[in-house]
């Protein structure tokens, strides 16, 4: 198991399930390849986790992405087949021995519903506040003014009530490009999935892992040509998974999937065709 990367103790979140279209998260790929690996349900939908990543090196705690939080109404529970418990976070973090007061950061990858929601919750008298009272929250510039201004094509992804207000509690840190947020914890920043998306690098005492995002949401997206059909830009969503998908294989990174329903992480090597897993940690 992946229980940790030099000082930094890693856990999974596993907050909970959802189901997308198979087909929209598998773009160009025909349906007969791709339901092979990730079987649909009779609408079409495939099985996605919402799988966050909580580091501790017994100074700092930092939780990267927060799920789809508990302000969901029933249709959107039902649209989307949400499956987890009526308060994920402080559910999964109580049952790994932590409460919501104790984390110290929260990175987001990206504001879209599915990796953004858990960071805002209603209060006792129905106010939006941050969900997580002693955190700074951390995005990059980029995607806050993707958030506050989306495409039509992007609109539906964005909901702003799980972001701005973080913005008006003082609790937001925007990010530029490719930064250091903490030493070791620095961020790539990819733009083929959605402006400004960054992927999460932490590097201690020779061990890397990169929490891969939607940039790979699943194993089966290890393949270059699977790429998901709600990428705004699917030819660059393609350069930038060959760039890092080598340099990912040639150093020995582990790749964190948020998305997987049954793998957590894995390292690559080049294969006959694409690169091999090598290595596999497994859910559960």
Not at 128 to 146: C, D, G, H, K
Not at 175 to 181: M, V
Not at 197 to 225: G, N
């Amino acid at each position: 198991m992946l229980s940790s990367i030099g000082k930094w103790k890693v856990i999974p979140l596993e907050t909970g399930d959802f189901r997308l279209d198979g087909g929209a998260m598998m773009g160009s790929v025909p349906k007969v390849l791709w339901e092979k690996t990730n079987p649909p349900d009779e609408v079409n939908r495939i099985d996605l986790a919402l799988r966050c990543l909580l580091l501790d090196d017994g100074k700092e705690l930092i939780l990267i992405e927060s799920g789809m939080g508990d302000k969901l109404e029933p249709s959107f529970v039902k649209r989307f087949h949400v499956q987890q418990p009526d308060h994920p976070l402080m559910e999964r973090l109580e049952k790994v021995g932590y409460s919501m007061d104790d984390i110290t950061h929260v990175i987001l990858t990206h504001l879209h519903f599915d990796h953004a929601g858990g960071s805002t919750k209603y209060d006792s008298h129905g106010s939006l506040i941050p969900t997580f009272p002693n955190a700074v929250y951390y995005v990059s510039q980029r995607n806050w003014e993707a958030g506050i201004n989306p495409s039509p094509r992007d609109a539906a992804s964005y909901l702003d009530l799980n972001y701005l207000p973080l913005e008006k509690a003082g609790k937001l840190k925007f990010l530029q490009e490719n930064t250091e947020i903490l030493d070791g914890i620095s961020t790539i920043v990819v733009n083929g999935h959605t402006h400004g998306q960054q992927l999460i690098k932490i590097q201690s005492d020779a061990e890397t892992l990169v929490f891969c995002s939607d940039l790979i949401p699943l194993r089966s997206h290890l393949s270059l040509p699977w790429i998901m059909g709600y990428d705004l830009n699917a030819s660059l969503t393609l350069q930038e998974k060959e760039n890092f998908l080598k340099k990912a294989a040639d150093s020995g990174w582990w790749l964190w999937f948020y998305h997987d329903p049954n793998t957590v992480a894995v390292q690559i090597a080049p294969g006959e065709k694409y690169y091999d897993v090598v290595e596999e940690v497994l859910r559960y």
